[in-house]
């Protein structure tokens, strides 16, 4: 399949997706961007759902066709850049890249979801099952509200394709991904003035600093597990005695007896200070997607039908996660990264390729058919 032709309506319907900002915790903005894919499934001929949330944007179910042996499609609507970043950071198209706030992660990737069923039902070419789309709105703060809805549908489905972007130039599909967790740590201690009565206090921020030494240590990589304390704060004025400190870190991993060892040692960390009291936080947002033997049956079938139509994939990971982290965790044949290709995600120099724009909506087109 020649998709070529279709470049200049795919980019049409991009800058339109891309200039409608849809950062997370804006609701109305989401479902202004939930507007644009409804309409656009509804084109095609497909039933729409919609699931209502007070705090998040509206989540989207498109389906086409009934019976056994669904492919399910995913991607989410929501990014996180906020409200009037197009001003700094435009829509444009220059030497190859397509640049602009949610272009790569994953705007791109809703408008593959798009083409290729157009193309298949254009070309009466759809196949004998279900598709189904499911766009959420929260995937950019760990789809939380979302997650029983994810694998509510992808229960009833053979497969399920997630078009979140390669961000690694080779173009690999995402095999394999790290699970992600997190976890807070509250130290309260003695507030005290810093010069007429320092020996009275108890210096919270102190007491955090030892622990957040121990933490960092449950580092391996050669498990491929990091730790990564991404914020802390603590304490009012440089002449009193933080009474109170807190941090938050990071945690991704490849497998869930990692998870086991870190969550158990966060939880029972002992304060170095007798008086200080410590609380801790821990949960796994998103499970490791591991490459086992069903991700490797699923890639090589995609594999198989892709070199049939003289499309070269490959197969990778990333230590990123996504809500195909959910799909593989039930044991459903899964493939990520099946959006466009680029780098920059999440910054101001986010872009895609745009020769992969093409490519990944005849890759997509094609699997849909021959699956």
Known sequence: MDFSERKP???QLLQEMVETESPTYDK???????????????????EIEIHPHKEFGDNI???WGEGENGILLIGHIDTVFPLGTLEMQPFYEKYGKVFGPGTLD???????????????????????RPITMLFNTDEEMGSYESRKLIEKEAKKHALA??????EYLEGTLHTWR????KFTIRVQGKSAHSGGAHKKGLNAIEELSHQIVKIQQLTDYEKGTTINIGAMHGGRAINIVPAYAEAEGDIRLTNLKEYVRVQNYICSLKSVKKEAFISVWCILNRPPMPFNELME???????????????EIHAGGSGSASDANFVAYLNIPVLDGLGTVGEGFHTEDEYFLLDSFISRAELAATLLRDW
């Open 9 to 11: 309506a795919m980019m």
């Open 28 to 46: 109305e903005a989401v479902d202004e961007m939930g507007a644009i894919v409804i309409r656009e499934a509804k084109k095609l001929g497909a």
């Open 61 to 63: 179910i498109a389906r």
């Open 106 to 128: 994953m705007k791109s990737g809703l408008v593959i979801m798009f083409t290729a069923v157009t193309a298949l039902i254009e070309r009466n070419e759809m196949p004998n």
């Open 161 to 166: 394709l997630v078009f979140e972007p390669c």
């Open 178 to 181: 790290k699970g992600t967790g």
């Open 297 to 311: 049956n699923t890639f090589n079938k995609a594999k198989k039908i892709a070199d049939a139509e003289g499309i």
